[in-house]
């Protein structure tokens, strides 16, 4: 029996930790190896014989919920997943509009009349049990399994705080008339009883809230890349039944069937040309710049762009079995198969929470076995969960990411998530796609050669006015280029060979443009051995369109992709940052082996399809390289997605957008050694902020043991520590883009 692949989404995950632990415990079941990401909430399931009701249990069993998805076609028609964002925010907004009179009122005596107490338990209460229910939940599920994480904190903490709270006002003096929290810097031994700490239980579960739904919000759009990459095929067809044209969804086409594809339309579906003669835009296929020439017999590719002329094509692959459809296969794969950074926080915490604990006991046991009574013993275990209550902790990374995204935003870095910035840190290779990426994308005229006793801009105005009549993307650069230089002269008795060249009467002579072996078979043209050679040199740096008049050759043009003017110092930079930069390319050896000189790259793959793009990444990882990779294309999505780290450039497609860590707006290859910078500079002010945040805590922590927390202070204590956090981040606004030639801030 074959082993078979199952997918599931996975749902009810709060942390990298319950990846980790599904992923265990799918992992014990025989025969079975299984990956489950915690970014884009899929599990992917590998064995004999797998039954998905059987793994949906056992991922249940965890607690967790687990569903076979619905078939990739249909996330075309479905709506985005924002239902979870939705509740999250719902959950927020409400919680912040409860603490706020909570927190006001505990923190100014002067605004604490008579019955202010219980004013604030009924405000606390549904934040503390509803606000903090997820924390709740996900507290539960880890100390079924013996772990501890931030939930766990949090939920220890907001329990301790509001239980205590619940107590002091029903059991203590806390609820009496006219009760009031002074201002002193260190409480009463056995005075437990007459302290709240309410507003510890509303605040915290807000800032973790808050923390919660920036990450929410950057993880939804983690299936947007695949439904790009959906929506990058064409939706309708033009079907040809006998004589009669029919418009029909592009999900009715059968193996068989013939359809038009007319210029500008994207082709439908795999298929075989049977007429007409066109130029086929396959870069989101290959990622080379320059289009195919395609004629009857030629296989074309779905969602390929027909740039040329009207085609009729025989469909012969539809459905799952098409190119498009494999390339969403290796993107969705790349995506489940991407190890994500377990937050640090919950590192941090896995080794906190059990030492507080440890605390609390024993400071409960040192009260108690030293005379003290068991409610002062009591009030020290209690205080001492709820200083470890984590609020600076909780806006350590939301409020350091919001600066630093939002400065990123202005340099036209846009950073999808907190889990990205864990992994700029440790990336040593950068892998850069070269069309669109370190070129431009775009075909221009690059070089003009023309024969001895020829000038340069005789020879572009007479092969622009026999271009002219062709709508191929390289005739269009020529007829650009001579528009620039010199007036076209007008051409008669036009015509196109597909795939060879085109021909027409130019000031009355004759004028053949096109391959270089065409001119000679077809033409007769004769070409010393000196310009022969030199003609194969230049197929290096684009395609050569030679050019021949009354049977002479006069020169040839090049056209071709042209390097972005940053694309030198950003390679550069890479290596000032500790990165070895590759080159990643479908286009031929020859001209990636010229960008790559012209850059300074040593390492170079060209030739390579999606499906080698993919395993180069993994190859490299493999390795044990941690890998950014830069890329604008459909074709690079996949690669982009599996990489440690993807960067898209804000011109490329929606594809390598939605499945790219960060986007760079301006496309300026210079902007991603910025947006790594910002990046470890943003997460270096995590690090220091989550620092203070722990360090506040275990300095306040003894104070908590001795019974001698008053809960005003502790408030205090808390606001300041939060102030601090918040001032920190705000360091971030003054990061400086480093500038290029010309100044770029």
């Known amino acids: 029996m074959s ?23 799918l992992n014990k079941v025989p025969g079975v190896e299984a990956s489950v990401n915690y970014a884009t909430e899929k599990a992917r399931v590998r064995g004999d014989g797998l039954d998905p009701a059987d793994l949906i249990a056992v991922v249940e069993a965890a607690g967790y919920h687990a569903a076979v998805p619905a078939p990739v076609e249909e996330l075309r028609e479905s709506a985005p997943p924002v239902d979870d964002v939705a509740v999250l925010r719902r959950r927020l907004l409400i919680s912040a509009a409860l603490a706020l009179p909570v927190a006001v009122l505990s923190m100014i005596p002067a605004l604490q009349f008579e019955y202010w107490q219980w004013l604030a338990l009924t405000l606390t209460a549904p934040i503390a049990v509803w606000g903090a229910w997820p924390f709740h939940r996900a507290a539960a599920i880890n100390a079924r399994h013996g772990a501890a994480t931030m939930d766990t904190l949090i939920s220890l903490g907001v329990v301790a705080a509001f239980g205590w709270s619940l107590y002091a006002l029903f059991f203590g003096g806390a609820g009496m008339p006219g009760m009031t929290m002074s201002f002193t810097l260190v409480g009463a031994p056995r005075a437990g009883g007459h302290e709240i700490y309410l507003e510890v239980a509303a605040l915290v579960t807000v800032f973790i ?7 929410a919000r950057a993880r939804v759009s983690s299936s947007d890349a695949l439904r790009a990459l959906l929506e990058a095929g064409a939706k309708d067809a033009v079907r040809l039944t006998g004589d009669r044209e029919e418009a029909v969804p592009v999900a009715r086409l059968a193996v068989g069937d013939v359809v038009i594809v007319r210029p500008g339309e994207k082709i439908p579906s795999d298929g075989l040309v049977l007429e007409g003669a066109s130029a086929v835009d396959v870069g989101m296929l290959t990622g080379e710049s320059a289009p195919i020439d395609v004629s009857p017999g030629s296989r074309v590719v779905g969602a390929t762009v027909n740039v040329g002329g009207r085609l009729v094509v025989e469909i012969t692959r539809v459905g799952a079995e098409t190119e498009l459809a494999r390339m969403q296969r290796l993107l969705a794969e790349a995506q489940t198969g991407k190890a994500q950074v377990q937050r640090l926080a919950d590192r941090v915490s896995a080794v906190f929470v059990p030492v507080v604990i440890g605390l609390a006991v024993i400071a409960f046991l040192g009260w108690s076995l030293t005379g003290g009574s068991i409610e002062l013993a009591f009030t020290a275990a209690v205080a001492t969960l ?3 209550c984590p609020c600076a902790l909780g806006l350590a990374t939301p409020t350091a990411l919001l600066v630093g995204t939002g400065r990123g935003s202005q340099l036209g870095i846009l950073i999808r998530g907190p889990q990205v910035l864990e992994q700029t840190r440790s990336v040593d290779t950068i892998v850069l796609d070269k069309t669109g990426t370190v070129t431009t994308g775009a075909m221009v005229v690059t070089g003009v050669h023309p024969a001895p006793g020829v000038a340069s801009d005789e020879l572009l105005a007479v092969a622009a006015a026999v271009e002219a009549g062709s709508e191929h993307p390289v005739a269009r650069a020529l007829v650009a280029a001579s528009a620039r230089a010199a007036s076209v002269p007008a051409a008669t008795s036009f015509a196109s ?6 021909q027409a009467v130019v000031g009355g002579a004759a004028v053949v443009c096109g391959r270089a ?5 077809e033409w007769g043209i004769a070409m010393s051995a000196d310009e022969a050679e030199r003609l194969a040199e230049l197929e290096a740096d684009g395609t050569v369109v030679a050019v021949a008049r009354d049977g002479a050759f006069v020169g040839a043009i090049v056209v071709g992709d042209t390097l972005k003017p940053t694309s030198a110092l950003a390679v550069s930079r890479f290596r000032a940052l500790g990165l070895e930069p590759v080159l990643l390319t479908g286009d031929n050896a020859a001209t990636a082996q010229r960008v790559a000189a012209a850059v300074g790259i040593d390492v170079v793959h060209a030739g390579v399809t999606p499906a080698d793009k993919l395993d180069v990444i993994r190859a490299l990882q493999a390795e044990g390289r941690v890998v950014a990779m830069v890329g604008d294309g459909v074709n690079d999505a996949a690669a982009l997605a599996a990489a440690d780290l993807g960067l898209a450039m804000g011109g490329g497609t929606d594809a390598a957008i939605a499945a790219s860590d ?3 707006v301006s496309g300026d290859l210079a902007v991603v050694a910025d947006a790594i910078r910002l990046a470890r500079r943003t ?11 722990f360090a506040y805590n275990v300095a306040a922590i003894p104070v908590a043991m001795a019974g001698l927390l008053n809960p005003l202070v502790a408030a205090a204590a808390m606001a300041l520590s939060s102030l601090f956090v918040v001032t920190n981040s705000l360091r971030l606004r003054g990061f ?7 100044g770029r801030d």
Do not use: Q
């Open 683 to 693: 997460l270096g002010i995590i690090k220091g902020n989550l620092f203070w945040a």
């Open 386 to 388: 709820i200083i470890a």
């Open 497 to 502: 060979h597909a795939g060879f060249g085109v």
């Open 3 to 25: 082993a078979v692949d199952v997918e599931l989404d996975i749902s009810g995950m709060t942390c990298a930790s319950c990846a980790t632990r599904i992923e265990r415990k």
């Open 209 to 215: 809230l808050a923390g919660r739904y920036a990450e």
């Open 662 to 664: 960060i986007t760079i």
């Open 517 to 521: 072996s065409w001119l000679r078979s």
């Open 736 to 742: 400086r883009a480093e500038p290029v030639a010309g």
